[in-house]
T-cell receptor
Framework: DVKVTQSSRYLVKRTGEKVFLECVQDMDHENMFWYRQDPGLGLRLIYF???????EKGDIPEGYSVSREKKERFSLILESASTNQTSMYLC??????????????FGSGTQLSVL | AQKITQTQPGMFVQEKEAVTLDCTYDTSDQSYGLFWYKQPSSGEMIFLIYQGSYDEQNATEGRYSLNFQKARKSANLVISASQLGDSAMYFCAMIPGRGGGNKLTFGTGTQLKVEL
C-alpha cells in the first residue's frame, strides 16, 4: 500500500524559531509537494520538487524553503516562524512526468501552531 | 492561470439520499484533469474520482459519479445513497495540461454533513 508519512501530526513552535517539517514517501515517486491548508482558502501550493535537489516555487513560497537530498524525503523549512504560518501543512507525492491523470498521494498533515 | 470555484461552503443531506457538490473551473488549456478528494476529520486527503478533459463518458467510482459539462466548465460530484461516513470536507481540484508537473490547483472545499 502506498504511504506518505509526515513526521508530526501536531507541532507547537515559538515565533522566530526555525521549523522543519519532514515528509517521507515509500512509492519511489519523483514528484513531491508541500501544500498549506487554511479554512476558506483550500489548499495552496508552497513548493514542489520533481527530482532530487530540484525544486520549484509554488503559489505562496514566501517565508518557506525546501530541501530534497534523497528521493524519498522532502523537507519544508520555516526559517523564522511567524504567527501567520500557523496552519495545516500537507505533503504529497506523485509519479514523474506531466500527465494530467496522475493523482497525488497525501500524508495525514501536520497542524503547526506558532505562538 | 487555473482557478477552481466551489460555491457551497457547507451542505447537509439526509442519510440514503443523493447529494451534488458543485465545482466550476477556469482554464485555457485543452487538456486537463479534474479530481475530487475527500478529507475526513483525520486530515488525510483521499482520492475519490478523476475525469479527463477528453473523456466522453462521465467518470464513476462506486457511489461517486462526476457530472462533467465541458462547455459550462463544471465538474460536479454526485454522491448517491449518502452514508454517515461520507461526512467530510470535499475538494475539487485540477491539473493543467501544459507544463503542469502534476501540480493540483484546489478549490476552497465543501463541508458535507450527513444526517440521520
Amino acid at each position: 500500500d502506498v504511504k506518505v508519512t509526515q513526521s508530526s501530526r501536531y507541532l507547537v513552535k515559538r515565533t522566530g524559531e526555525k521549523v522543519f517539517l519532514e515528509c517521507v514517501q515509500d512509492m519511489d515517486h519523483e514528484n513531491m509537494f508541500w501544500y498549506r491548508q487554511d479554512p476558506g482558502l483550500g489548499l495552496r501550493l508552497i513548493y514542489f520538487s520533481y527530482d532530487v535537489k530540484m525544486k520549484e516555487k509554488g503559489d505562496i513560497p514566501e517565508g518557506y524553503s525546501v530541501s530534497r537530498e534523497k528521493k524519498e524525503r522532502f523537507s519544508l523549512i520555516l526559517e523564522s516562524a511567524s504567527t501567520n504560518q500557523t496552519s495545516m501543512y500537507l505533503c504529497a507525492s506523485s509519479l514523474a512526468g506531466d500527465r494530467v491523470n496522475e493523482k497525488l498521494f497525501f500524508g495525514s498533515g501536520t497542524q503547526l501552531s506558532v505562538l | 492561470a487555473q482557478k477552481i470555484t466551489q460555491t457551497q461552503p457547507g451542505m447537509f443531506v439526509q442519510e440514503k439520499e443523493a447529494v451534488t457538490l458543485d465545482c466550476t473551473y477556469d482554464t485555457s488549456d485543452q487538456s486537463y484533469g479534474l479530481f475530487w478528494y475527500k478529507q475526513p476529520s483525520s486530515g488525510e486527503m483521499i482520492f475519490l474520482i478523476y475525469q479527463g478533459s477528453y473523456d466522453e463518458q462521465n467518470a464513476t467510482e462506486g457511489r461517486y459519479s462526476l457530472n462533467f459539462q465541458k462547455a459550462r466548465k463544471s465538474a460536479n460530484l454526485v454522491i448517491s445513497a449518502s452514508q454517515l461516513g461520507d461526512s467530510a470536507m470535499y475538494f475539487c481540484a485540477m491539473i493543467p495540461g501544459r507544463g503542469g508537473g502534476n501540480k493540483l490547483t484546489f478549490g476552497t472545499g465543501t463541508q458535507l454533513k450527513v444526517e440521520l
